[in-house]
T-cell receptor
Framework: ETGVTQSPTHLIKTRGQQVTLRCSSQ?????VSWYQQALGQGPQFIFQ???????GRGNFPPRFSGLQFPNYSSELNVNALELDDSALYLC???????????????FGPGTRLTVL | TQLLEQSPQFLSIQEGENLTVYCNSS?????LQWYRQEPGEGPVLLVT?????EVKKLKRLTFQFGDARKDSSLHITAAQPGDTGLYLC???????????FGTGTRLKVLA
């Protein structure tokens, strides 16, 4: 069973640039969630994709967007980067069974984004 | 905005000591999870609690979900250096798919 992988592991961008982060889900999972984790804090929910549709969104501006592909891999795109976007970006895959049904999220190792 | 407060934020203890980490919210959750995260890695699920008052044990770790499903605790008995890491609680709101993570408790166990 292949785990969740993310690429790249590290990335340095300058303010105003755009970035695309990638995530490959665990086999058999139908859902990908993206989180932003600032240094020393817990992960903040960005959004979730279920069967290629956005299924919920946290308190992030529209310049944070995403995609989920038929093979359940996913991308997170961030436009017009700001200094505060510097963080660890985590994706988590899971098998969603229903509304408010607890499911186990399997996290990737994250992409460390630095915006200068 | 973090709606799950964890305490303490930092904890440094000697091997063999006991400790308790708390996770508190003003909201009711349908379920709550505890994760541990080590440097350079994503969080790893330790346990899920669903029923108010539920207690689960995982070796030396004991997890409890509050009766009102608004709070939870993690108790570690006889801590070991391998327990070092960032402990995160995450609550699932009723009627949603969204997990809200707590602020985290960074634990260091000294040999």
């Amino acid at each position: 069973e292949t785990g969740v992988t993310q690429s790249p592991t590290h990335l340095i961008k300058t303010r105003g640039q755009q970035v695309t982060l990638r995530c490959s889900s665990q086999s058999g999972h139908n859902t990908v969630s993206w989180y932003q984790q600032a240094l020393g804090q817990g992960p903040q929910f960005i959004f979730q994709y279920y069967r290629e549709e956005e299924n919920g969104r946290g308190n992030f501006p529209p310049r944070f967007s995403g995609l989920q592909f038929p093979n359940y891999s996913s991308e997170l795109n961030v436009n017009a980067l700001e200094l505060d976007d510097s963080a660890l970006y985590l994706c988590a895959s899971s098998l969603l069974l229903g509304l408010a049904v607890p499911n186990e999220q399997f996290f990737g190792p994250g992409t460390r984004l630095t915006v200068l | 905005t973090q709606l799950l407060e964890q305490s303490p934020q930092f904890l440094s203890i000697q091997e063999g000591e006991n400790l308790t980490v708390y996770c508190n919210s003003s909201s009711v959750f349908s379920s709550l999870q505890w994760y541990r995260q080590e440097p350079g890695e994503g969080p790893v699920l330790l346990v899920t609690v669903v029923t108010g008052g539920e207690v689960k044990k995982l070796k030396r770790l004991t997890f409890q979900f509050g009766d009102a499903r608004k709070d939870s605790s993690l108790h570690i008995t006889a801590a070991q250096p391998g327990d070092t890491g960032l402990y995160l609680c995450a609550g699932l709101y009723e009627g949603t798919y969204k997990y809200i993570f707590g602020t985290g408790t960074r634990l260091k166990v000294l040999a």
